[in-house]
């Protein structure tokens, strides 16, 4: 960063190598702005958009994180605005050849001694909310759900204090899809591993039509729901199973529209009533399941926000907890940096197959990575999706990658994650939901109201302004980073003990005060019919 007070125009370069930086000032700055540097601006450029700090040729590369995010397609001198008019984007890395397990970190000490109030659960894992959802086999009884969950809120919740809230699952599938096609595995274990997330404490509680293609047992076969306890129970023995607990609109007792939602506020109630009596118990903060995201990205993403997250990820990492980076074209362009960071050859190879999947399913849509990087973005200062993908890795930190998981998949292990998703903010989000995310880590520097009803959602804002506008949207700044005021480790550490305080309830975040809840969209690769 250029070295001024704090109304002098300031400029961001990320490594000593970068032959761009980036403007930092709120507004921009116009023309014959002189840095203390001495480099004068030749035109204006917005906040956030790139400044050529030397002459670029024609052909030359531009580089930004030290990595060449595109190639100048005209000259420009110093002083000029690199915008994506002007680049070239370069081609995709091969997934031939990448340095696997390269990286080998000394392992920092652990962090002991941190904790948070959550809802333990009969199959091990910790809620940080503890709330009734009701799954949904087709999106034809979404309706009816809605209508029941509404009076389930205004009669019966207030009944149940110890309840956060009651939340119906509902999505676009179950029915005229091609459900046995080999991918229609993604969206089905998504929605079974969404509704036993820990946040639901175990009540799995269902309601179907009838005549769908995602037929409750196939959606939850016998094995996959823990046992509550004895009145949950089919038989008794060794090998019991937790009873699917479904409510059938199409069954021949439901008469009227009438019956459907009181057969529906019936079941809940009992569920209730089991929920109600959990409390909140002390918990290690390993017992954390977090999922990092970004959306609305600028270029201040790779610059405030998502590093501070990256150094939160390393303190839960050394607490022993669970974090999940996700969004396959996000990370495309940095395969290189992640199969060197992964743990062991099997890991890198499992990164490599993810990336490889990918590739082909946007090549049979005619498309490719370059179409993600959207209009909000570029007008942020994000040229392309390899100077985006550099900055959205940042939030993954430095730990070394332990594990991958495919779309859908539950988690089953500790330490940083990827969790391979589309980078779609609601498809992306919902995946980490099923893997078993109990908090929800979410950047943005363009801004975006997203918020999940199943789980808490911090919002981490990449500029003050934003955080300043939004200020009732927005949970944390992360802009202070860029104008000195602190440090990358001062708000990580901020954002590391937000979390535990959110977790244990004693914060709420204010998507959570606002009620602000996303959609679930389910990712199906598979046909539709």
């Known amino acids: 960063m250029s070295q001024a007070q704090p109304c002098a125009p300031l400029y961001i370069r990320m490594h000593e190598a970068d032959n761009v930086a980036i403007v930092a000032n709120d507004g921009g700055l116009p023309p014959g702005t002189v840095f203390p540097c001495g480099l004068t601006l030749r035109e204006h450029v917005p906040q956030g958009h790139k400044v050529a700090l030397v002459d670029l040729a024609a052909g030359a590369p531009v580089l930004r994180y030290k990595v060449v995010i595109g ?148 959606l939850l076969p016998p094995g996959t729901i823990p046992i509550v306890d004895e009145r949950n129970v089919a038989d008794v023995g060794n090998s019991a199973d937790a009873r699917l607990d479904v409510v059938c609109l199409q069954d021949d007792h439901h008469v009227g529209f009438m019956s459907m939602i009181d057969s529906i506020m019936k079941t809940a109630e009992e569920h209730l009533e089991r929920l109600n009596a959990r409390r909140r118990e002390t918990c290690p903060a390993s017992e954390l399941v977090v999922g990092v995201q970004c959306g609305g990205s600028d270029a201040f993403s790779g610059v405030t926000a998502n590093p501070a ?31 060197s960071r992964a743990i062991n050859p099997e890991v890198a190879q499992a990164m490599i197959r993810e990336m490889a999947w990918y590739d082909a399913y946007l090549a049979r849509g005619q498309a490719d990575r370059s179409a993600n990087t959207t209009p909000g973005n570029k007008k942020g200062g994000l040229s392309n999706i390899v100077e985006k993908a550099m900055g959205s890795i940042i939030k993954s930190g430095s730990a070394p990658i332990s594990g991958v998981l495919s779309p859908g998949e539950k988690l089953a292990q500790r330490g ?63 802009g202070r980073i860029a104008t000195g005021e602190a440090s990358i480790e001062d708000v990580g550490r901020e954002l590391f003990l937000m979390m535990l305080d959110v977790a244990s309830g004693r914060k709420k975040t204010w998507a959570e005060h606002w009620k602000l809840h996303n959609a679930l969209v389910l990712f199906n690769p598979a046909p539709v019919t």
């Not at 680049?87 to 948070?116: N, W």
């Not at 809620?127 to 949904?136: S, Y």
């Not at 994650?417 to 589309?422: H, L, Q, V």
Request: hydrophobic residues 40%; aromatic residues 6%; charged residues 20%.
């Open 71 to 218: 190639e100048m397609l005209h000259a420009v001198a110093a002083g000029s605005w690199v915008h994506e008019r002007l680049l070239k984007m370069p081609d995709a890395r091969s997934l031939d050849h990448l340095p696997i397990a390269t990286v080998k970190p000394d392992p920092l000490p652990p962090l002991e001694g941190y904790t948070f109030e959550g809802y333990r659960n009969p199959d091990g894992s910790v809620g940080t909310r503890n709330i009734l959802a009701i799954t949904t086999t087709v999106q034809c009884v979404s309706g009816v759900v809605d209508f029941a969950v509404q009076r389930i809120k205004s009669e019966l919740l207030p009944r149940y204090p110890n309840v956060d809230d009651v939340v119906g699952l509902e999505h676009t599938y179950g029915c005229g899809v091609a459900i046995d096609a080999p991918d229609a595995i993604v969206p089905i274990r998504t929605l079974r591993n969404i509704s036993l997330n820990p946040n639901f404490g175990g009540e799995v509680m269902v309601v179907s039509l009838g005549c769908e293609k995602l037929q409750p047992e196939r």
């Open 309 to 339: 997250v990256g150094h939160a990820t390393d303190l839960l990492v050394r607490a022993g907890a669970s974090v999940m980076f996700s969004e396959v074209t996000e990370v495309r362009d940095g395969i290189d940096q992640l199969t």
């Open 416 to 478: 940083l994650i990827y969790a391979a998703t589309p980078a779609s903010d609601f498809i992306c989000g919902t995946l980490q939901l099923a893997a078993g995310m109990n908090l929800h880590i979410f950047t943005t520097g363009r801004g975006t109201p997203y918020g999940l009803a199943a789980v808490p959602v911090i919002k981490v804002a990449t500029r003050s302004d934003l955080a300043r506008r939004w200020h009732d949207l927005m949970d944390v700044d992360a």
